[in-house]
Antibody
Framework: QVQLQESGPGLVKPSETLSLTCTVS????????WSWIRQPPGKGLEWIGY???????IYNPSLKSRLTISVDTSRNQFSLRLSSVTAADTAVYYC??????????WGQGTLVTVSS | DIQMTQSPSSLSASVGDRVTITCRAS??????LNWYQQKPGKVPKVLIY???SLQSGVPSRFSGSGSGTDFTLTISSLQPDDFATYYC?????????FGPGTKVDIK
């Protein structure tokens, strides 16, 4: 049973960089697309982007200029970096696996608050 | 980007009711449409993938239909555990996009 777990700071200052890591356990990160998805409090879901285990990425154009997603296959991890954050980036951030064109496994989510 | 809309945005229903939620895509997405259930404070869970395929372990009272631009999620007999928010999501192209959600609560 594949499990995903997000980790990283829960509080980030405005204009700084949000960094999160997702650790995949119970299975290999090789194969599949690995996504980041976020949900502002009380709002809907927004896909941030994904990475293939080979390192190829596709980002949401709305975030592309501030976004980097990377993968470390030796550690079975992938990571998110979002620069120049504002209060609008406050959200629960989920990592998820996309298999057969749907998100079948999700992390528990981590709340990141942008505030000084 | 492909825009996803859902109707209604919320509904009130009773246990045992048949519930139908509609999702529409701004362009044809073939059958690349998934449905998720999310309860407050919980992680979204896939119910239906590829428009009409039931995810393993999901009760058979959930069903999906449609192709192209118009899709439907049906709960044949609403159960207490089904009160939640439901999202559709397209995987036809990137960026992946979700509908705004339909909140199902108790009448």
């Amino acid at each position: 049973q594949v499990q995903l777990q997000e980790s990283g700071p829960g509080l980030v200052k405005p204009s700084e960089t949000l960094s999160l890591t997702c650790t995949v356990s119970g299975g290999s990160i090789s194969s599949y697309y690995w996504s980041w998805i976020r949900q502002p409090p009380g709002k809907g879901l927004e896909w941030i982007g994904y990475i293939y285990y080979s390192g190829s990425t596709i980002y949401n154009p709305s975030l592309k200029s501030r976004l980097t997603i990377s993968v470390d296959t030796s550690r079975n991890q992938f990571s998110l970096r979002l620069s120049s954050v504002t209060a609008a980036d406050t959200a629960v951030y989920y990592c998820a696996r996309e298999a057969q064109y749907y998100f079948d496994c999700w992390g528990q989510g981590t709340l990141v608050t942008v505030s000084s | 980007d492909i825009q996803m809309t859902q109707s209604p945005s919320s509904l009130s229903a009773s246990v045992g009711d048949r519930v139908t939620i509609t999702c529409r895509a701004s362009q044809s997405i073939s059958s690349y449409l998934n449905w998720y259930q999310q309860k407050p404070g919980k992680v979204p869970k896939v119910l239906i993938y590829a428009a009409s395929s039931l995810q393993s372990g999901v009760p058979s009272r959930f069903s999906g239909s449609g192709s192209g631009t118009d899709f439907t999620l049906t709960i044949s007999s609403l159960q207490p555990d089904d009160f939640a928010t439901y999202y559709c999501q397209q995987s036809y192209s990137t960026p992946r996009t979700f509908g705004p959600g339909t909140k199902v609560d108790i009448k």
